[in-house]
């Protein structure tokens, strides 16, 4: 037996149980030492824009722009920024509070769906916008938190991801009610829904963010429960989670990365956005961190998305009230 496995032997037998699980991911052989992105400084060229808290990012590869949606009094919501950085133009139209924001980007559809938590006329809803703010559709009952499936409500839903196909995915539940994942169709039917309030399989405590891999897999971050949880995009089965990567603090938002090799997960208590390795077709197994980006204390790094084209990430941090974008080094 080698004298570093000895060493390492020696170093867990000192430790706790769970110091001993932390201590695995550290030292884990999946890890990557060296930094797999660095942080573009100069962007956005006006950081100034950011007059309010940034809870979400959304990227629009097709046509190079960025979307950032913030809360605040007398604050623009919606903030549009070339990939470059260049500050365009911003619209407020119908948005109270927005926790989540997607840009869906096809040849036949180029659109922004916004998940509004308020509470007042224009809260618990899904709404669809053009490119520059136009109000197209609304999900939900305006105003009014709701469980109902006909017609459709939600309470405090925290993220929406749209497929190329226009199929939908929706987790309800940021802190209401509900503890809701919903797949509906591209007019707006349930394909299937799962989820309610607990701890056990298919069950949720705060699902906060999803998205969906290109072998069929959704994708969800089970924040109060501090794990991941993994469906079948066909039939909303169950296929498996993963928490050994969370116990210091749950997953905040979850997206892949380009080339579908690992997930950029958020937490957002512990300032931190962890790179894992994405398993391979047909199994789930166990979360391997491969690298970290440690960020300052009270960042709160809220929400995340990754541009499909150049493998940025771009990261809203609602503590410090901006969005930084980490560029890949290779």
Known sequence: MGSAVVALLVFYCAL??????????????????????????????????????????AVDPLHDLVYVAQRGTNVPK???FSDEGNFLHAWNSTVEMPHGIFAVSTPTDT????????????GHTVKQYSPSGKLIQILGTQGKAGSGLNPLQFDQPAEIFVEQTGE????????????RLFKLSTDFQEIWLRGENGTGAGQFKIPHSVTVDSVGRVWVADRGNKR???????????????????????????????NEKYLIVVQLNINRVSILAAPPIGSIGDCHVVNIIQLADEVKPHLVD???????????????QQVQKYVPLN
Not at 42 to 54: A, D
Not at 111 to 122: A, K, M, R
Not at 238 to 247: E, K, Q, R
């Open 228 to 258: 991941i949880q993994v469906f079948d995009k066909v039939t909303g089965e169950w296929l498996g989670s993963w928490s050994s990567c969370f116990l210091e603090d749950g997953p905040s938002s979850v997206r892949l990365t380009t």
């Open 78 to 80: 919606v903030l549009v």
């Open 306 to 320: 990754v541009n499909v084209k150049t493998g940025a990430i771009y990261v809203a941090e609602i503590g410090a």
């Open 16 to 57: 706790s149980g769970s110091q001993v699980l932390r201590a695995i991911a550290f030292y884990s052989p999946w890890r990557i030492e060296q930094q797999l992105y660095k942080l573009d400084v100069g962007w956005p060229k006006r950081p100034e824009y950011f007059t309010g808290q940034t809870f979400c990012v």
């Open 111 to 122: 659109s922004v769906w916004i998940t509004d938590v308020g509470s007042g006329e224009y």
């Open 168 to 179: 939908i995915y929706i987790v309800d539940g940021d802190g209401g009610m509900n503890n």
